[in-house]
């Protein structure tokens, strides 16, 4: 417990939607930076801002984050 | 159209601006042993100024931009900042109270020196995290 990374699909789930950086960071209320940092597994975003990407991307949490291994 | 870059960008440069002047500030004020090597309202004015465009850039590109550029992501930046300005702080105020003690500075340019190179270190800091991040 504690040690597990959190992956995340959200480049995949945000290019197939045809999206960029900066289109999604508006939608979610984000700056560009926030998303890069996100995507690049440097910055864990909160719960709060992790549903608010769920819904703007249309799927679940689970599809976009995961703990690895899982 | 001004939008959250702008911000960011305008953030970046005036804050970067206002703490290279607190370590200059603190250099010279070690360089010169007196604690006002310069203008003593240098410092303080570089962050009012900084804070005035700060604000004015972020009034004009509206409550929805300066959200986005004032997101969870710069917060964590801005904590992990002052944390790390925190220990910078603590070993600053150990040299100077070894250099006070042997006699090498006058007390009052060591707390000049001091109060400026901790702001000057976290505005840097922040900056530098804040433009690493991408």
């Not at chain 1, 560009?32 to 909160?46: A, C, D, H, M, Y």
């Not at chain 2, 550029?69 to 930046?77: I, P």
């Amino acid at each position: 417990m504690g040690t597990e990374q959190l992956t995340n699909r959200l480049k995949v789930l945000r290019a197939e939607r045809g999206l960029t950086q900066a289109d999604l960071a508006d939608a979610a209320g984000v700056s560009r930076k926030t998303i890069n940092t996100i995507e690049n597994r440097v910055f864990v975003p909160s719960t709060v801002l992790a549903l608010t990407l769920a819904r703007v991307l249309g799927c679940t949490v689970e599809e976009i984050f995961a703990l690895e291994g899982d | 159209m001004i939008g959250a870059a702008t911000i960011e960008r305008t953030r970046q440069v005036l804050l970067a601006v206002t703490g290279l002047a607190c370590l200059a500030y603190a250099v010279l004020a070690l360089a010169q042993n007196r604690p006002d090597p310069l203008w003593w309202w240098v410092p303080g004015a570089a962050g009012s100024v900084a804070a005035l465009g700060i604000l004015a850039v972020a009034q004009f590109a509206g409550p929805k931009a300066a959200r986005q550029a004032m997101d969870e992501h710069y917060r964590a930046l801005e904590l992990r900042a002052a944390a790390r300005t925190f220990w910078a702080g603590l070993l600053l105020a150990i040299l100077a109270g070894v250099f006070s003690a042997l006699g090498w500075f006058d007390p009052a340019t060591l707390l000049a020196a001091l109060g400026t190179a901790m702001a000057g270190c976290y505005l840097c800091l922040l900056v530098f995290m804040d433009v690493r991040a991408g």
